[in-house]
T-cell receptor
Framework: NAGVMQNPRHLVRRRGQEARLRCSPM?????VYWYRQLPEEGLKFMVY????????ESGMPKERFSAEFPKEGPSILRIQQVVRGDSAAYFC??????????FGQGTRLTVV | KQEVTQIPAALSVPEGENLVLNCSFT??????LQWFRQDPGKGLTSLLL?????REQTSGRLNASLDKSSGRSTLYIAASQPGDSATYLC???????????FGEGTQLTVNP
């Protein structure tokens, strides 16, 4: 049973481009969480999804950021028109219902 | 709103020392508390999970304690080794689910 898989591990985008981060949860996990870690800061919760539903997006910036977890395929965190301040490590975690989450290795986004 | 604080922010010790990392949280109504390890450029590894009904958990040279009433947890590392060098994060669930609020971490360096 592979762990939580995130890709790409590193992503470089120019200002104004779109970034798409993918997360494949562990087998049997139907809950996905996205966190962001800005340089020199702790992890901050962004969004919680179950299959085809956004449960809690209270940590998502109001503009340019969106997330989905389709019935088939990985969860996607999408950042439109990236800016330098979006440079961070983005972590995905998954869990079965109501249990402690398992984290992926993260995607490190650099905006140049 | 739950806030998690970790002290110290950074710690440097010689190999072999026993050390204590501190974590405090503002809302004592937690379901559990989890300690993670994060290596540079890597993901999070769960070290110990303490349920709210427990006072401590042990794994090898690691011992974590929890005092809900005072809003504190400590992570004790015995006989530290250079391989213990990493950032240690504590986290508590936002509610009964799996979304977590993280502290900013303690960056530990164990010198040979």
């Amino acid at each position: 049973n592979a762990g939580v898989m995130q890709n790409p591990r590193h992503l470089v985008r120019r200002r104004g481009q779109e970034a798409r981060l993918r997360c494949s949860p562990m087998k049997g996990h139907s809950h996905v969480y996205w966190y962001r870690q800005l340089p020199e800061e702790g992890l901050k919760f962004m969004v919680y999804l179950q299959k085809e539903n956004i449960i809690d997006e209270s940590g998502m910036p109001k503009e340019r950021f969106s997330a989905e977890f389709p019935k088939e395929g990985p969860s996607i965190l999408r950042i439109q028109q990236v800016v330098r301040g979006d440079s961070a490590a983005y972590f995905c975690a998954s869990s079965p219902s109501g249990r402690e989450p398992f984290f992926g290795q993260g995607t490190r986004l650099t905006v140049v | 709103k739950q806030e998690v604080t970790q002290i110290p922010a950074a710690l440097s010790v010689p190999e072999g020392e026993n050390l204590v990392l501190n974590c405090s949280f503002t809302d004592s109504a937690i379901y559990n508390l989890q300690w993670f390890r994060q290596d540079p450029g890597k993901g999070l590894t769960s070290l110990l999970l303490i349920q709210s009904s427990q006072r401590e958990q042990t794994s090898g040279r690691l011992n974590a304690s929890l005092d809900k009433s005072s809003g504190r947890s400590t992570l004790y590392i015995a006989a530290s080794q250079p391989g213990d060098s990493a950032t240690y994060l504590c986290a508590v669930p936002i509610d009964s689910g799996s979304r977590l609020t993280f502290g900013e971490g303690t960056q530990l360096t164990v010198n040979p």
